[in-house]
């Protein structure tokens, strides 16, 4: 690494002295560095427990997929409502004449199940009526399709002999399978409640947490998210996407609120303290973080009447903050105002959102209710003393619009 | 150095009792280094905290070939240098020609000083010039080991390394003239 030099007394000189050179730190140094390496070994077990839970997820999630396709394929092997079509009905005619047991159906007696299939039942077609049966065979018949009316009701839900009238809340429970059978994209938007949890790591940093508890006031901000749902059931979806969210919080300074952070943070913007500190008036910095969220959810769906129902969700989002507009440095304000270097970039976030959901036609579905979003790890560095965890809590309006499925 | 060898083991173990052991060995140093790139003591122990932090958590990287206070003073340098680089707009546009021509800068006047009036002086220079004269005069770094650390050109480094020493000759000069010993203004905290 040493160069030679030709001024080599002054630089030897200015090392050797330079390396005589020491300090005592601190005594409280150490328990941030311990404080560091306690949250550096915590945040490790939780990636480490979050990648696991995630990939538990994803298999799940995955074999559902896999299973749901399977099923599909299987039925629709069985015709399109879930019995043979009448093309495969292909009985030898040697074979018509003689009797064929039905299927055995409780509250139905006996001797009308062992009704033989009368050549009749050939002619039955997938969309037509069952008046033309004769009335001796027609319990038989019917009762026969309303056994096979789970795979039928899962594909052609709209067949009007299935329906037992507009309003019923059965009847439009089997006609909302429609909207949510398949892939769907959900487009959410709404203005949020942000603040923070602060905590200290030691003793050290104590003060600043009771001046930031007097002086720190909630942000509004908005969020926007963008997700494809898909309905493994009627009541059970999963999502995942991306989410913009603006969170942080605002710094509320008072004359009465005279600090020495403060007063470097006026130094750092060049604020006297006359133009900040004004009776009876606030002075409030601001700070805001942009944040990038990649989210899976799990949903659970309830019809309550006719076409309104309620869907509540629970998840994960690994989370970027990619940009942070951040003047506050909380006990050294000189290094947060300047450059945010112990500001965390990635971040782990429990997600919860209750929704109330208002299907207009097949298609579309209007929403309307509550996101709620908790920041797991700390925004600032691991080694930080601070420990300060933001959440968010807002209404959302959304539509919801079902691109594929059945 | 057996027992700094199974000292260091312990703290690749993760035992808190030893890196307790092993921070107490080598902060006092380590903060004397972190205070030459640093402007006050708290930010040079900001420095020194998050530099023994990675270096714990590096430390099974370490190969026990060479020195441990070697190896130990290269992670801290380096978490100083990413500090003042993220913290402060270090500007080094100098061109090489525009540095003017340096003064034959002797030894003695350093030689016959005390240690903390060196470290002052070092200190009292601006950020961009300290950095350098730092990296090439006392870590013994080359220039274009310096230009790659700081994202600088390596004439860039040249030039403000000529300039921090015109200006602490001239500073050595000064002091001189007042007799050094009797400097007041130079103080640690």
Not at chain 1, 372 to 398: C, E, R
Not at chain 2, 92 to 103: H, L, Q, R, V
Not at chain 2, 153 to 177: H, I, M, P
Request: glycine residues 6%; charged residues 20%; hydrophobic residues 35%.
């Amino acid at each position: 690494m040493r160069e030679f030099r030709f001024h080599k007394s002054f630089e030897d000189e200015l090392a050797k002295k330079a390396d005589q050179f020491s300090m005592q730190p601190s005594s409280r140094l150490w328990d941030g560095v311990e404080s560091g390496l306690n949250k550096g070994a915590a945040v490790k077990a939780r990636i480490k427990l979050a990648g696991i839970g995630s990939g538990i997820t994803l298999i799940a999630l995955l074999a559902i997929l896999i299973w749901r396709n399977n099923d599909h394929s299987t039925s629709k092997a069985l015709g399109d409502k879930g019995v043979l079509p009448p093309t495969s009905l292909n009985i030898p005619a040697e074979l018509q004449q003689q009797s064929a047991p039905a299927p055995v159906i409780p509250g139905i007696e006996q001797s009308e199940k062992n009704t033989s299939i009368p050549s009749a039942v050939k002619t039955i077609k997938a969309e037509g009526s069952i008046a033309s049966i004769p009335s001796k065979e027609q319990a038989s018949s019917q009762n026969r399709m309303e056994s096979s009316s789970i795979a039928y009701n899962r594909f052609h839900i709209d067949k009007p002999e299935l329906n037992p009238g507009k309003g019923n809340k059965q009847n439009y429970r089997i006609k909302s399978q429609n909207y949510t059978d398949g892939w769907n994209l959900m487009v959410q938007a709404g203005a949020n409640y942000n603040y923070r949890n602060l905590n200290t790591a030691n003793p050290y940093a104590d003060e600043v947490k009771s001046t930031r508890d007097r002086t720190d006031r909630y942000l509004a901000g908005l969020a926007i998210n963008a997700r494809v749902r898909y309905f493994w059931s009627e009541r059970v979806s999963f999502s995942t996407g991306i989410n913009y969210r603006q969170t942080g919080e605002r710094i509320a300074i008072q004359e009465a609120d005279t600090s020495p952070y403060y007063n470097a943070l006026f130094n750092e913007y060049h604020y006297s303290e006359k133009s900040v500190y004004r009776p009876g008036q606030t002075t409030t910095f601001t700070n805001r973080y942009h944040q990038i969220e990649i989210p899976l959810m799990i949903h659970f769906s309830r019809t309550i009447h006719g076409r309104l129902g309620v869907s509540s969700g629970i998840g994960l989002a690994a989370v970027y903050s990619f940009s942070n507009h951040y003047k506050l440095y909380d006990y050294r304000v000189y290094h947060y105002a300047t450059a945010p270097i112990f500001l965390r970039n990635f971040n782990l976030a429990l997600q919860g959102q209750l929704m109330a959901e208002y299907r207009l036609n097949s298609r579309f579905m209007l929403q309307a209710g509550i996101d709620a979003s908790y920041n797991m790890l700390s925004t600032y560095a691991d080694y930080y003393p601070i420990n300060q965890k933001q959440y968010s809590v807002g209404g959302m309006l959304g539509v919801q619009w079902r691109f594929k499925g059945q | 150095m057996r027992d700094e060898v199974s000292l260091i083991k312990a703290c690749i173990q993760q035992n808190r009792a030893a890196q307790k052991k092993l921070y107490e060995l080598y902060s006092p140093k380590m903060l004397g280094v972190c205070y030459r790139y640093a402007a006050s003591k708290e930010e040079a122990e900001d420095m020194l905290q998050e530099g023994f932090i990675r270096a714990f958590q590096k430390l099974d990287t370490f190969r026990f070939q060479g020195s441990f206070e070697g190896w130990l003073r290269r992670i801290i340098v380096n978490t100083a240098i990413n500090i003042l680089r993220k913290y402060q707009n270090l500007k080094y546009e100098c061109d090489i020609e525009s540095a003017g021509n340096t003064p034959a800068a002797s030894g003695d006047a350093i030689t016959s000083m005390y240690t903390k009036e060196v470290i002052e002086l070092i200190r009292a220079l601006p950020n961009g010039y300290r950095t350098v004269l730092n990296l090439y005069a006392v870590e013994g770094y080359s220039h274009r080991e310096i230009a790659d650390m700081l994202g600088i050109n390596e004439s860039s480094s040249r030039s403000q390394y000529t300039r921090a020493k015109t200006l602490l000759t001239k500073r050595l000069e000064e002091l001189e003239a007042f007799g050094v010993k009797d400097h007041a203004g130079i103080s640690l905290p």
